[in-house]
C-alpha cells in the first residue's frame, strides 16, 4: 500500500475517513458556537477558552477511566453510539436559557467520553490498515483533521454570524448525527479486538502495563511533551500579531500538510526510524527566532519550517504501533490522542503565563527552548532500532 488512493480501495476505509472528517467538523463548528455563547453571556474570556478548550484537558479523565472499552467493543456500535451521544449532548448545549455551568458540563463530560471514540476510531484503523498501512492512513487522517478545521472554523464563524450560536449548536449536532449514520451503515461488524468487561480498574491496568515498558514510555514522551509545547507557542499567535494571526495559523496548516505527504508518501521505510529525533528538533528550533521579534515574512517562514516537525508523530505513532500488541492497539492509540490533547492544553496555559509575565515572543522562544531541551533529553531512547513487541505478562488476558 503506497499511495493514498491505494487507501480509498479498501472497503471499509472511506466510511471510516468520512465518519472522523464530520465528527470533526461537528466538533470544531460546535466548540466556536459554544465558545461565542458563553463569551457573550458572561464577558469573560477564561470561561469562553474553558468552553472551546476544556474538552481537550477533560480528556485525561477519560483516558484515566474509559479507555479499558476501546478494545473490549465493538467498533461500529460503539463508533455510532458516541456520535449518537454528541448528538444529543450537543443539541442539548442549543436550549436557550441554559445557565452557563449547564453547558460546560456537558462539554466537560463530552470531552472525557471522547478519549474512549479517539481509542475506538484509531484502533479500527490500525485493524483495517495493519501495522504496514497504519502511517499512510494516520496521514490522510491528519490531513484531512487539519483542513475540515479551518473549513469548520470558517463555516463556524459564518453560522455564528447568520444562524446566532444556537443555531450554530444545532448544525453541529446535525453533522455528529451524519458522523453516526455513515458509521452504522458504512462499516462492517467486527467483534471486539479483546474480551473481558471494561472497566476502570482495567484502565489503569492497562495504562500501566503500557507504560512499564521503557521503549513505549519514551514515545509516549515523545508523542506528548515536544508537541504540548510548541501549541503552547501557537496559542500566542493571537497576542503576538493580532491583525496577522490568522496568516500564521494558515502557514502552520501549509507546514503540518507539508510535513505529513513527505513523510506519509516520500520517506523509505527503513529510513523512518532516523528521522524521528531530528524532526521532533525541526518541530522546536525555527522558534527561537522568535526572541528577537522577528517580523511577519520571517515569522511566516519559521512557522512552516517548524510545523513540517509535526509529521514526527506520524512516525512515532509507527513506533509505539510496533511496541504495542494488537488487543491494546485501540487503547494504546487512545492514550497516546488522550494525552497529547491535554499536553497540548496544558502547553497553551502554561505559555500564556509565561507571556503575561515577559511578553508573548519572549514566551514562544521559552517554550521552544523547553521542547528541544526534552527532546534531546529522549533522544537516546528513540534512537533504538529494535521495534518487537514487548510480551505481555502471563497474568493478563488480553
Keep these: 500500500m503506497r499511495t493514498y488512493r491505494d487507501l480509498f480501495r479498501l472497503r471499509e476505509f472511506t466510511p471510516l475517513f468520512l465518519s472522523s472528517a464530520a465528527q470533526v467538523a461537528a466538533q470544531t463548528v460546535s466548540g466556536l458556537a459554544?465558545?461565542?455563547?458563553?463569551?457573550g453571556v458572561t464577558g469573560s474570556p477564561l470561561l469562553s477558552a474553558l468552553a472551546m478548550f476544556g474538552p481537550s484537558l477533560a480528556q485525561v479523565v477519560g483516558a484515566s477511566t474509559l479507555l479499558a472499552a476501546a478494545d473490549r467493543l465493538p467498533p461500529r456500535s460503539a463508533l455510532s453510539g458516541l456520535s449518537l451521544l454528541f448528538a444529543l449532548g450537543t443539541a442539548a448545549q442549543a436550549v436557550p436559557g441554559l445557565p452557563v455551568p449547564a453547558p460546560l458540563a456537558l462539554a466537560l463530560g463530552l470531552?472525557?467520553?471522547?478519549?474512549?471514540?479517539g481509542g475506538v476510531r484509531y484502533g479500527l484503523l490500525h485493524e483495517i490498515l495493519a501495522k504496514e498501512g497504519y502511517l499512510l492512513g494516520r496521514s490522510l487522517f491528519g490531513m484531512a483533521t487539519g483542513a475540515t478545521q479551518i473549513c469548520g472554523f470558517a463555516a463556524g464563524g459564518a453560522l455564528v454570524t447568520t444562524l446566532s450560536?444556537?443555531?450554530?449548536?444545532?448544525?453541529?449536532?446535525?453533522?455528529h448525527l451524519l458522523a453516526a449514520t455513515v458509521a452504522r451503515f458504512g462499516l462492517s461488524r467486527r467483534p471486539p479486538r479483546a474480551t473481558g468487561r471494561p472497566s476502570i480498574a482495567g484502565t489503569w491496568r492497562n495504562n500501566a502495563l503500557l507504560w512499564s515498558s521503557a521503549p513505549r514510555r519514551h514515545v509516549y514522551l515523545a508523542?506528548?511533551?515536544?508537541?504540548?509545547?510548541?501549541?503552547g507557542c501557537e496559542s500566542l499567535y493571537v497576542p503576538y500579531a493580532p491583525e496577522h494571526a490568522g496568516l500564521l495559523f494558515a502557514c502552520g496548516a501549509l507546514g503540518m500538510l507539508a510535513g505529513d505527504i513527505l513523510v506519509g508518501r516520500c520517506v523509505p521505510r527503513q529510513r523512518r526510524g532516523r528521522l524521528v529525533v531530528p524532526l521532533?528538533?525541526?518541530?522546536?528550533?525555527?522558534y527561537l527566532v522568535f526572541a528577537v521579534r522577528p517580523g511577519l515574512p520571517l515569522a511566516m517562514t519559521a512557522v512552516v519550517l517548524a510545523t513540517v516537525g509535526y509529521s514526527a508523530g506520524l512516525l512515532l505513532q509507527e513506533r509505539l504501533m510496533a511496541l504495542t500488541p494488537d488487543a491494546l492497539s485501540g487503547h494504546a492509540l487512545g492514550l497516546h490522542s488522550s494525552g497529547m490533547l491535554t499536553m497540548q492544553g496544558?502547553?497553551?496555559?502554561?505559555?500564556?503565563?509565561a507571556a503575561q509575565y515577559t511578553s508573548p515572543s519572549t514566551a514562544m522562544a521559552v517554550m521552544a527552548a523547553a521542547s528541544l531541551a526534552v527532546t534531546l533529553a529522549l533522544a537516546p531512547g528513540l534512537r533504538g532500532r529494535g521495534t518487537r513487541t514487548p510480551p505481555l505478562p502471563r497474568?493478563?488476558?488480553t
Design 34 to 39: 459554544l465558545g461565542t455563547l458563553v463569551y
Design 280 to 286: 521532533c528538533l525541526l518541530l522546536a528550533a525555527p
Design 111 to 117: 470531552g472525557a467520553v471522547s478519549a474512549l471514540g
Design 346 to 353: 496544558a502547553g497553551a496555559a502554561l505559555a500564556g503565563g
Design 395 to 397: 497474568r493478563s488476558r
Design 165 to 175: 450560536p444556537h443555531g450554530a449548536l444545532l448544525t453541529g449536532a446535525a453533522l
Design 223 to 231: 508523542l506528548w511533551v515536544p508537541n504540548g509545547l510548541i501549541v
